[in-house]
């Protein structure tokens, strides 16, 4: 067996026996949606705060589960079910009727507990309303998912970009969310490369439709696309560090000096399938290189031969690795070897980095997924909670339906 062979065999096994049966189980079949909290010693807290973010991404994986496993000849209609689940979560109790746009998180019950609209969070609603339309054929979600992209466009911009958090009524508020290491943005590398990411899913899933409906709303959506890849191209990307900025005042100014390794290497996968969806050459053209630059430095940089580094802080790196990370690092080194087989370096770094996680990441106790973040020998990092309102499926659950989309047979 080959080695992309083996990435998704292995891939496929660890999505059906492990992390499915885990997010079934954490279901909340009382009040909707999925418990919020697992710690770290697998106490489960049935009364915590359920994360909006949480319960989208949750509802995109079990939507895109049923979709890559009925196509990779593996119809389980339990997966549909949990992907309505979270949908009508999403659609009755996350869902503002009254201002529009999604609440930042509920309470256990499915009352608002923080009504921060942020746009971040706009866009990962779009991201799962999306992809459950093509898992379920359902056009109300696909209406609401355009109605969120018209509410970004109208209510999260300015002249320059997208703004990052509302009050309930969007007007603009402070950004702590999404800011960190010290610093408060009025603009995020990663608000823009997620609300890309949801605009690429609305557009890939409604290729399919020729109504006059969704012939509209796609163009309209890809003219986003197109803005957003200049603006990353022109405002985001350093060439100079072959690295992106990631947190930036109003006009697009770099406000710290900080390189994310794990959003380089996820952004460079998330563009070229940007790219791929909107099938335009001329961005290809212009995207490629800079997508090969932000592949090519984080393996000189950040790559240690078995796991990548979390980030590098005004000189000092963080050696921790962070679960998400090391998903989004199988994933990039993959995508940059299809993208130049000659590389086989890249080939061989997903594997390696697929062995860490097996070895380490993955937390072999009964009841549990993936341990949050692992020190760069392995050894677990305690007190850090296996399920939180960021703690998902999102990034391993896509590892593994990455897998077996690029690497089956």
């Excluded at 492990?18 to 909707?32: A, M, N, V």
């Excluded at 999925?34 to 359920?50: E, F, R």
């Amino acid at each position: 067996m080959n080695e992309k062979a083996m990435l998704a065999k292995e891939a496929k096994e660890h999505l059906v026996q492990d992390i499915i049966p885990f997010w079934k189980r954490l279901r909340d079949d009382e009040y909707g949606g999925y418990y919020g909290w697992l710690s770290y010693d697998l106490v489960l807290d049935k009364k915590a705060v359920k994360g909006c973010i949480l319960n989208s991404r949750i509802t995109w994986f079990f939507s895109n589960a049923y979709t890559v496993l009925k196509n990779a000849g593996m119809c389980d209609e339990s997966l549909l079910d949990e992907a309505r689940h979270g949908y009508t979560f999403l659609k009755e109790k996350c869902l503002d009727k009254e201002n529009g746009g999604i609440f930042w998180s509920l309470k256990y019950d499915g009352t608002p507990e923080d009504t921060t609209k942020h746009t971040y969070n706009q866009a990962f609603c779009i991201y799962a309303l999306s992809s459950y339309f093509e898992a379920s054929g359902d056009r109300e979600a696909l209406e609401h998912a355009y109605e969120l992209f018209n509410l970004i466009e109208e209510k999260c911009t300015d002249e320059i970009g997208y703004l990052e958090a509302f009050t309930i009524d969007f007007k603009p508020e402070s950004n702590e969310k999404l800011s960190e290491n010290g610093v408060l943005a009025d603009k995020t590398m990663n608000t823009l490369l997620h609300v890309f990411e949801a605009y690429t899913e609305f557009v890939r899933v409604t290729k399919s439709l020729s109504d006059a409906w969704a012939k509209e709303a796609r163009e309209k959506v890809e003219k986003r696309l197109m803005w957003i890849m200049d603006t990353f191209a022109d405002k985001v990307y350093n060439p100079k560090l072959h690295r992106q900025e990631v947190f930036f005042d109003r006009e697009y100014h770099s406000i710290l000096d900080l390189h994310s390794y794990g959003h380089d290497i996820e952004t460079a996968w998330l563009m070229d399938r940007g790219v791929e969806v909107l099938g335009r050459s001329d961005y290809e053209a212009k995207m490629t290189p800079i997508t090969k630059d932000l592949t090519a430095q984080i393996y000189k940089i950040a790559f240690d031969g078995r796991s990548l580094a979390n980030e590098c802080d005004r000189g000092v790196v963080n050696e921790n690795r962070v679960w998400w990370v090391q998903a989004e690092t199988v994933i990039g080194f993959l995508n940059g070897y299809e993208k130049d087989s000659s590389k086989k370096e890249y080939l061989e770094a997903a594997v390696k980095e697929w062995n860490f996680i097996k070895e380490y990441v993955i937390d072999k106790r009964n009841g549990s997924e993936w341990f949050w973040e692992v020190n760069k020998d392995g050894s677990p990092i305690e007190g850090r909670p296996i399920v939180e309102p960021w703690k998902c499926p999102y990034h391993n659950g896509r590892m593994c339906m990455e897998l077996i989309k690029r690497c089956a047979d």
